[in-house]
């Protein structure tokens, strides 16, 4: 009897490396041109800064997240969050969101200028790694593309205007494999 194997959908990395500014508030289109040589229109619909300090005490007092563990260990997860968090984005400090859509189905990965351009800091003491993912508010643009949405993974003052950035690369999902054996 034959087995047949489906793998999953891979995601394919193209290096882009476009320079772009993000200004926040704002809109703006760009284009590039696909690793097949396919030109790609794409539209930042929105530049906004987050207060990830914020969403994550509002997501911590929510009964939910915390259903079926002690007060005790509830601190204890708190106070290492934050001390992380503090080493990534200290309180004052803001990541920037944009919400863009494309019209061919990749998803792009930014970074700051700012970003590329550092070194790696030192930790103080606490280890530990923070993502900050964040969804689109709707699910089509204003150009009824599908919308998505991405955080740059570098803190900014509240009173940021202007992100220079970098578009570093997108990524294509590969389709559904499937091999078959006797």
Excluded at 96 to 106: D, G, H, M, T
Aim: glycine share 4%.
């Amino acid at each position: 009897m034959p087995v047949t194997l489906q793998y999953e959908p891979k995601r394919i990395p193209h290096f882009l490396e476009k320079t772009l500014t993000l200004t926040v508030g704002k809109s703006r289109s760009f284009h590039f041109l696909d690793h097949q040589g396919d030109e790609v229109q794409c539209y930042i619909n929105d530049v906004s800064l987050v207060d990830v300090w914020e969403d994550v005490e509002n997501q911590l007092r929510d009964p939910k997240y915390t259903q079926g563990i002690s007060p005790a260990e509830v601190q204890q997860i708190k106070s290492h969050f934050y001390k992380v968090l503090e080493e990534n984005c200290p309180r004052d400090m803001r990541y920037v969101c944009l919400e863009y859509e494309c019209n061919k189905e990749i998803d792009l990965q930014f970074y700051s200028k700012q970003y590329l351009q550092s070194r790696p800091k030192k930790q103080k003491g606490c280890s530990g790694c923070i993502g900050v993912c964040s969804k689109p508010s709707h699910p089509f643009g204003a150009h009824h593309l599908p919308l998505k949405s991405c955080v740059l993974q570098t803190a900014v003052p509240p009173d940021t205007s202007k992100i220079p950035a970098e578009l570093f690369l997108y990524f294509e999902e590969a389709d559904v494999r499937e091999e078959t054996f006797c």
